[in-house]
């Protein structure tokens, strides 16, 4: 049987935290239009992600000592990262009324609203997922 680690539970409870709040405040309507306006934004976030996940681990394990090029590797990674992913998810934040009538139709226009809002800290988030990679070379057994 696997065993949950504290990290693991924490960044659980971390990704999930959002939805906690927002189904006590705004019920379960509101939760529904926010999670799939969530799930809209976090596609992009997801698909690099994954990938850049099973690269970037092995990649950092082979130079994790030698910090000058692990610092200068992390550097051009989160330049390449914001170069992709602002504009990306941005742009997904000011055609979010066009994605939401093509994809979803006129019933989920309540998603919009979200879906303007999240996209905009979406690149921070796939950021922070980097970090968490890249840094976690050092604290493998």
Not at 7 to 26: I, P, R
Request: with cysteine; proline share 8%; aromatic share 12%.
């Amino acid at each position: 049987m696997a065993r949950l680690r504290p990290g693991e539970f924490c960044g659980f409870f971390y990704s999930q935290a959002d939805m906690f709040v927002a189904g006590k405040l705004l019920g379960k309507e509101a939760l529904g239009f926010y999670s799939v306006a969530m799930h809209l934004a976090s596609l992009p976030v997801q698909k690099v992600s994954g990938i850049l996940n099973q690269v970037a681990f092995p990649a950092f394990s082979k130079i994790q000592n030698d910090s000058a090029t692990v610092k200068l590797h992390v550097l051009k990674s989160v330049r390449i990262l914001s170069f992709l992913s602002f504009p990306v998810l941005w742009g997904i934040s000011s055609i979010a009324p066009e994605i939401v009538q093509l994809l979803l139709g006129p019933k989920w226009e309540p998603a919009i609203l979200p879906l303007q809002i999240l996209p905009m800290i979406m690149p921070l988030r796939m950021i922070s997922n980097f970090f968490t990679v890249s840094c976690g070379c050092d604290w493998s057994p």
